[in-house]
């Protein structure tokens, strides 16, 4: 009986030892965020005029001890595109149930529409990255007599000539009387040295490349992102035609309006 006692007593002592090995000594267990968002306040309707240029939106959260932050951005209709960068939330409140505020100031020019706006906590318990939680949507409509307005093109900035195989970046600056918010593309159509078109598919369907304004140095060739200023990077191959290949450069705004035309001719050599 003693034997078999030692026996249990070493195998039940493994078993321990075992499950102690099988936790990890790098893991600590996530705090969580006890905030609690009570609502949120932001019109369904919101008319511009020359003295109501401001939409004003409000948040109320309770155990506001573990939150570092609140903010909302402006979207299109759909949530697809940024109208506007971060807006940040502030509160004077020194309660731990606080009322967060911030407000929109349109411009006259912005297309009436409809528009959604996001709302942003930023925790204080949780790591950089993990902190951050969506709160909530809201949709409205904006109601303005801004005129929709052709967009423009101007500043072209391109070298004159470049050698086959050599990349470099040329951009455009756009201007739109609506806010860059409506422009849906800035594209160049191209023609070859002997008036071949350059289609942009396989398919010989699509001849306008598009250019970006999208702060991807390394992609696009873009500097800033959301300035105005369009751009890409290019390269033509060593088997391309060399002389002067024609660029046609346009913009169009979501309506359908489009800018003015920008044509060049870039000798490859």
Same mark, same amino acid.
């Given at each position: 009986m003693k034997?078999?006692?030692?026996?249990i007593f070493y195998i039940v002592s493994i078993a321990i030892f075992l499950s102690c090995e099988e936790i990890p000594n790098d893991v600590i267990e996530k705090e969580n965020a006890d905030y609690f968002v009570e609502s949120i306040s932001s019109p369904d309707e919101f008319a511009y005029?020359?003295?109501?240029?401001?939409?004003?939106?409000?948040?109320?959260i309770n155990k506001s001890q573990s939150v570092k932050s609140v903010w909302f951005?402006?979207?299109?209709?759909?949530?697809s595109e940024e109208i506007t960068d971060r807006i940040l939330m502030n509160t004077n409140n020194s309660s731990i149930k606080k009322t967060y505020s911030g407000e929109?100031?349109?411009s006259e020019s912005m297309l009436p529409?409809? #528009?959604?706006?996001?709302? #942003?906590?930023?925790?204080?318990?949780?790591?950089?990255g993990e902190?951050?939680?969506?709160?909530?949507?809201?949709?409205?409509?904006y109601l303005s007599n801004a005129e929709n307005l052709h967009p423009a093109i101007s500043d072209l900035n391109i070298p004159s000539s470049v050698d086959r195989n050599t990349t470099f970046v040329f951009t455009v600056k756009v201007s739109e009387p609506n806010g860059l918010s409506d422009i849906q593309q800035v594209y160049f159509e191209l023609l070859r040295p002997d008036s071949s078109v350059v289609f942009v598919d396989a398919n010989n369907t699509i001849t306008k490349f598009p250019?970006?304004?999208?702060?991807?140095?390394?992609?696009?060739?873009?500097?800033?992102?959301?300035?105005?200023?369009?751009?890409?990077?290019?390269?033509?191959?060593?088997?391309?035609?060399?002389?002067?290949?024609h660029f046609k450069f346009n913009a169009v705004d979501k309506s359908g309006l489009v800018s003015n035309t920008i044509n060049f001719s870039l000798k490859v050599n």
């Open positions: 034997i078999k006692l030692m026996k005029s020359a003295t109501n240029k401001k939409l004003q939106n409000f948040v109320s951005i402006l979207f299109n209709e759909d949530g929109i100031i349109f529409g409809n #528009y959604e706006i996001d709302f #942003y906590v930023e925790d204080n318990v949780n790591p950089a902190n951050i939680k969506k709160i909530g949507v809201k949709k409205f409509k250019m970006f304004d999208n702060g991807d140095v390394s992609g696009s060739g873009d500097e800033v992102r959301g300035d105005g200023i369009f751009s890409l990077k290019n390269n033509f191959g060593p088997t391309s035609q060399t002389g002067f290949w």
